[in-house]
């Protein structure tokens, strides 16, 4: 018989819902061959299921268990029931005199004698539909054929190149914040990282910032970067304007536009006569440099956007209609997908729209920590609309490669906040990451006026029109991936492992339709409820977990099982299998395992053996290699080179998770193994114990139809050291579009990894046989697969830089700096960074280098700048280097650095330049506490030490930074 007490709401901690299914602590694996036997969720279920302590207390709302008469019935009878979360039981030599209760909510009192146990988590299941596919065909959106007869289109899905799905990998890059001389290197550092397509703005004011005085020299050559590109195996889309942002001056318009627009009497950003004529003028002129470069005509444009965030659909076509005219060829028009269009827009409209979102905003006003907590929620924000029209893929252009800081607002991000929050982006539909910025970089200086703060190119308080954010004068770092001079920070590894993913399974991974689970977490503010989706077709897929958000403290999620239903075969499986049981998921972790999923690339399956290729027996696909499941994140799978049947699989390990690889054995054999050989349920057998190695393989795998496959599993740490050399934009080199070559860097000295730019016309060369290194240390050592000597193995091969000189830094303080400045606030509303009168009053230091190689083409050199105070400027004489907003960066990671060698075509030095000196002078500003309580927002655990007048200034260290370089011949 069952009582029900009086029916009651539990308290919000005992239900806190996490993921699932959890149980038993003992991770204990059976020997091999052991079957194994599970029923349900109480197989697996025990006392520590009920991680929430209640003893002493007694809850309402349960229903009582009669025939249960001990703590282990008790325990036992809410196992039972999938939906029981709250245990308690009364011996009947206690005060309490109430036997057993089990159920899912109540109200707890205190009452002594009871034994109890709550807070088990609700089960938590994705059930993939039986059909996952809804593709619809849309209408070209330019000339979509390149000479080659490379075919570019779109359809509902995705991105398409030859008809194949396209997951684009791309990156932000502004040529004109770059010097020339650089944009080789950096465009190689870009592609090194794994972006294979770019996005780049054209700002009008960096071409004629004197009405009629076009100019495309040095750093404005647009012509050579995009050429350069190119040759890098990058294609493009084009951001023309006529307004950009991109914390441009006036978002890229000239001045003397403003004062036309005031004079005449017409809209900016409008589709009327005047505007449109001045518009054509620089449309013009800048076609006239970039024709013959558009994919019809072989070249790297791709893609082409007119002007930025407008609902105004009428005057986008308006500007595409006038750009065909002129002759823009390229292969779509498209546009930022935000905000919505107003009402009326034509469903077929042939402008494709591209997605963003970002970890923080640095253009808000707010005191507070302005963090989008929402992009690290799988499904999609709040603020989320969908996709405009309905029927077009979700893309990206600016997923936030990194973040700005103002003077009135500095977010400090952490490395992770990046990577984990793309992930999602990927979980939740996108099907085209498109990062801003990924290549930070420094303004070209104005041709007209001096490097005084309201003279800069770049957006400030002082400018005549536009956001008016206060950004620094000449520094554009975003704090991203490849900073201002190019420096490699920790997320341009860790997002490296997750583009390597999409370029190989991309073609796969795009046509999976995103689920979400039965439970998730009721907002950002939720961090019990553990966060995780999936993207699958009807049979499998890839699991995505996220257990970071900026600024908030994740706990971890023991006891967690992922339940995966299928309806189309009405089966179901859990992840991790029944022989590992329950993990924790780590504090602050992210990462992606795969599920019933076939591991060799479908290109490459399609080559490998085309009698075998699609060989199936009772509806299951027995071709290539199909992982059931694995508890380890997949990053790529490469040809091992001779043998078309014969591939090479890279995992790595899910640091503090318990690392399980489960097979069909009806499908492929494990030939042998570093680990354990586990029978599992059903007709699977598991893999455990295999020991972290990224020189030898953990196992070997061979197919039913033939296909044999080594499984390497790097330890954790070394998913973010794999680099794919020799990767090309599919769009202009299909073949060089999909992995040949891993190189591994055991050491994380390692910055940069890349094959040197190869014509793309040379299709008898073979990029990927030389690889150029940058290292922080003077010798690395690299590990390449396949390797012809060992299949199992990785071939060593041990890098000794070439010796360089040594720089030599000093500095010594001119002059203190004076009484601080009284901050006033601008027209924006927003605190008003400091004048070059403000900067008079800074302290002065002068800083001297010598033994400077800036012709070496063995070693870069950067100065790094540990300080504390307001601002600092970087200047030679009037020339003004650099500047920087003290946010709290290091020096190294987000601080800030000087590329002298970067910058060494735009620097003064004495003697020769192979053993040069130079001067340069720091100024630095004191940073007062009582901005920080008013009107400048810095993140709290970023406050200096202020003294006894409430200010902080202090020089604490200046280094020079040595990034050495070789080229290897693997």
């Given at each position: ?27 204990g ?57 709250i245990?308690?039981?009364?011996p ?84 004109a ?27 009008w ?8 005085n ?57 589709n009327?006569t ?5 518009t ?9 440099q ?11 444009i ?21 750009a ?8 779509a ?24 979102g ?39 252009v ?28 990927c ?21 007209v ?11 400030s ?19 991203a991936?490849?900073?201002e ?21 991309g073609?796969t ?5 995103g ?47 992922f339940h ?33 999923f ?53 995992f ?25 050989v ?7 057998v598991?893999v ?48 060089r579009?999909?992995?040949?070559t ?29 690889v ?6 003077a ?23 070439p ?30 960074e ?115 007048q ?21």
């Amino acid at each position: 018989s069952v009582l029900l007490r009086q029916p009651t709401t539990l308290s919000a901690a005992l239900v806190a819902v996490a993921i699932l299914v959890a149980a038993s602590n003992a991770h204990g694996i059976p020997s091999a061959f052991t079957p194994i036997e599970v029923t349900g969720t109480a197989a697996s279920c025990s006392a520590a299921s009920f991680p929430t302590n209640l003893t002493g207390q007694e809850c309402w709302g349960l229903q009582e268990c009669t025939s249960c008469q001990s703590v282990a019935d008790c325990v036992a009878a809410c196992c039972a029931q999938e939906t029981c979360q709250i245990w308690q039981y009364c011996p009947t030599n206690a005060s309490c005199n109430g036997g057993c209760w089990i159920g899912q909510s109540g109200t707890c009192r205190p009452i002594a004698g009871w034994i109890s146990g709550g807070g088990r988590q609700l089960p938590s299941e994705v059930t993939i539909p039986a059909n996952t596919s809804k593709i619809i065909s849309l209408p070209p959106f330019g000339p979509g054929t390149s000479p080659n007869n490379v075919t570019y289109s779109v359809d509902s899905g995705a991105v398409l190149v030859n008809n194949v799905p396209w997951y684009k990998v791309a990156g932000e890059v502004h040529y004109a914040r770059i010097p020339e001389a650089e944009w080789g290197e950096q465009l190689a550092r870009i592609k090194a990282g794994g972006i294979t397509h770019i996005s780049v703005y054209a700002f009008w004011i960096h071409h004629e910032e004197v009405e009629g005085n076009f100019v495309f020299t040095g750093r404005r050559n647009v012509s050579q970067f995009l050429q350069l590109a190119q040759q890098a195996g990058l294609s493009v889309l084009l951001r023309i304007g006529p307004w950009d942002h991109g914390e441009c001056r006036n978002g890229g318009h000239p001045d003397w536009l403003l004062e036309a627009s005031k004079t005449q009497h017409f809209a900016l950003r409008s589709n009327n006569t005047q505007y449109m004529t001045y518009t054509r003028k620089f449309y013009t002129a800048l076609h006239n440099q970039i024709k013959g470069l558009y994919y019809v005509n072989g070249g790297p444009i791709l893609e082409i956007q007119v002007d930025n965030e407008t609902p105004d659909w009428s005057y986008l076509l308006a500007l595409r209609s006038m750009a065909l005219d002129i002759g823009m060829m390229p292969a779509a028009y498209v546009k930022t997908g935000w905000p919505q269009m107003n009402n009326g827009f034509p469903d077929d409209i042939p402008l494709l729209p591209y997605y963003g979102g970002y970890p923080d905003t640095f253009w808000s006003n707010s005191m507070q920590p302005a963090v989008e907590y929402d992009q690290w929620l799988f499904g999609q924000p709040a603020s989320y609309n969908g996709v405009e029209p309905s029927d077009y893929p979700f893309l990206g252009v600016e997923v936030g490669g990194g973040m700005a800081a103002a003077y009135n607002h500095r977010p400090c991000l952490n490395s992770s906040d990046m990577p984990s929050m793309h992930m999602v982006f990927c979980a939740n539909g996108m099907n085209g990451l498109g990062f801003y910025m990924y290549h930070g970089g420094n303004n070209p200086h104005s041709v007209v006026h001096n490097d005084a703060p309201n003279n800069t190119l770049q957006e400030s308080s002082f400018q005549p029109a536009g956001a008016q954010n206060p950004m620094p004068s000449e520094s554009y770092d975003f704090f991203a991936a490849l900073g201002e001079f190019g420096q490699p920070r920790q997320h341009y590894h860790q997002m490296r492992q997750l583009h390597s993913f999409l370029h190989t399974y991309g073609a796969t991974f795009a046509r999976m339709l995103g689920i979400s689970p039965n439970v998730v977490p009721a907002g950002s503010s939720d961090t019990t409820t553990v966060r995780w989706r999936v993207r699958a077709t009807t049979t499998g897929g890839i699991l995505f977990v996220n257990n970071h958000q900026r600024l908030t403290t994740m706990p971890a999620k023991p006891s967690t099982v992922f339940h995966v239903k299928f309806a189309a075969s009405n089966t179901s499986m859990t992840v991790p299998s029944a022989v590992t049981g329950p993990i924790t998921v780590p504090a602050n972790a992210w990462f992606h395992w795969p599920f019933q999923f076939q591991l060799v690339p479908a290109a490459l399956l399609d080559n490998s053996n085309k009698e075998q290729a699609t060989f199936k027996k009772n509806d299951r696909d027995m071709s290539g290699i199909v992982i059931v499941s694995a508890t380890a994140q997949l990053i790529t799978t490469v040809p091992t080179g001779n043998n078309s049947n014969a591939f090479l699989c890279i995992f790595s390990k899910t640091e503090g998770v318990p690392s399980e690889f489960v097979f069909d054995q009806r499908d492929v054999t494990v030939v042998s193994t570093t680990g354990k050989v586990v029978q599992g349920e059903r007709d699977t057998v598991v893999v455990v114990n295999v020991s972290p190695s990224y020189m030898v393989a953990g196992m070997l795998l061979k197919g039913v139809d033939g296909t044999t496959m080594s499984i390497f599993l790097l330890p954790g740490a070394l998913g973010s050291q794999v680099w794919l050399p020799g990767l090309a934009s599919a769009a202009l080199d299909p073949a060089r579009a999909l992995p040949q070559t891993v190189v591994i860097t055991p050491n994380s000295n390692v910055d940069v990894l890349y094959a040197p730019p190869t014509p793309l016309s040379d299709s008898t060369s073979k990029s990927n046989d030389a690889v150029v290194v940058w290292s922080r240390d003077a010798t690395a050592s690299l590990i390449t697969f396949p390797c012809t000597l060992n299949l199992t193995t990785g071939c060593e091969h041990q890098v000794a830089f070439p010796s360089v000189q040594a720089p030599k830094v000093s500095w010594k303080l001119l002059s203190p700096a004076g009484p601080p400045r009284t901050i006033p606030v601008a027209p924006s509303g927003k605190a008003q960074e400091p004048t070059a009168e403000d900067w008079l009053g800074a302290a002065v230091y002068q800083v001297d280098i010598s033994n400077l190689c800036l012709t070496c083409d063995s070693a870069e050199f950067l100065l790094a700048v540990n300080y504390t105070g307001d601002g600092a400027r970087v200047m030679q004489g009037d020339h003004l280097v650099t500047d920087n907003w003290f946010t709290g960066y290091n020096a190294t990671d987000g601080g800030l650095e000087v590329g002298l060698t970067y910058m060494r075509d735009e620097l003064q030095f004495t003697k020769p330049a192979t053993n040069a000196t130079l001067t340069m002078t720091l100024l630095i500003l004191p940073l007062q506490e009582a901005a920080l309580q008013n009107n400048v927002f810095i993140q709290a655990a970023q406050w200096p030490a202020f003294d006894s007048q409430g200010l902080a200034l202090e020089l604490t260290s200046i280094d020079i930074v040595t990034r050495y370089r070789a080229q290897v011949q693997l």
